[in-house]
């Protein structure tokens, strides 16, 4: 997803894929997780890239359940998820524009940026992190994390934390799955059932794979499509389609069986 012209012709197959399938602009409502249910160089204007330790990852998590909203672009969605007053936003959309979806997911869901202690960047792709920046000046408490094979790949404007398959933040477990990008993560949260998969996985006219013309590596994607089917999960949260809140693993076992 290199350069203009690699965005524009994204930007026309999700728009042919998922005409009748994705809104436009749209906002989730809040709910438990059983309940609701390219383009320039990322972070355009950033100075560096690089890791540092996670401090936050040490701060007492609150024990509520975690619940989710969905701040959905033209044709890209991030997602907030929230567990009592603390928050953690995955994804970035775009561009610096997408801040203000954003936002409206945190404010009315009573959270604030100032409730968020880490942004999650479920791959390297522009259209996931183009937002970083804009996210980063308002969520002044957060540390941003992304897969460690990305992280080369993303320009922030605050050291970035890499993340591996297994690791834990925030009570959520991050799962590796590579293929759309080398360094490819899921956030998993085991008590709800919840997966946001990034673009493991799209939901366009359709449970799909990794959509084949932005695959790194088609095997590595299949497995894990599997990956995250052997979870069981009861909620899917795409990049790319609406969220999947019912049916979830029955619709999961058709893709592996057709993989």
């Not at 965005?7 to 005409?19: A, E, F, K, M, P």
């Not at 959309?93 to 936002?103: F, L, N, R, T, Y």
């Not at 791959?123 to 992190?129: E, G, I, L, N």
């Amino acid at each position: 997803m290199k350069g203009t012209v690699h965005l524009l012709s994204r930007r026309q197959v999700l728009v042919d894929l998922g005409r009748g399938a994705i809104a436009v602009a749209v906002l989730g409502s809040a709910a438990a997780c059983t309940g609701e249910d390219s383009p320039p160089p990322a972070g355009a204007g950033s100075p560096t890239s690089g890791t540092s330790p996670v401090p936050s990852m040490t701060e007492p998590v609150p024990e509520d359940p975690v619940t989710w909203k969905r701040a959905g672009f033209a044709d890209v969605s991030a997602y907030v998820l929230l567990r009592g007053s603390q928050a953690v936003v995955v994804d970035t959309g775009e561009s610096e524009d997408a801040v203000g979806e954003i936002e409206k997911a945190l404010t009315t869901a009573g959270g604030s940026w100032d409730a968020v202690r880490h942004v999650i960047l479920t791959h390297q792709h522009p259209d996931h992190v183009g937002g970083l920046d804009a996210v980063l000046a308002r969520a002044t408490r957060a540390v941003p994390a992304v897969g460690e094979a990305d992280l080369s790949g993303v320009l922030s404007s605050r050291p970035l934390t890499p993340l591996h398959d297994g690791d834990e933040l925030f009570g959520l477990r991050i799962i590796g799955t590579p293929g759309h990008t080398p360094g490819h993560i899921s956030v998993h949260d085991p008590d709800t059932g919840l997966v946001v998969v990034g673009d493991a996985m799209v939901n366009l006219g359709g449970l799909s794979g990794s959509m084949p013309q932005y695959t790194a590596d088609p095997e590595q994607a299949a497995a894990s499509v599997r990956v995250v089917a052997k979870l069981r999960p009861r909620t899917l949260l795409f990049g790319h389609g609406d969220p999947m809140t019912r049916g979830t693993a029955k619709q999961l076992d058709q893709l592996v069986a057709s993989l």
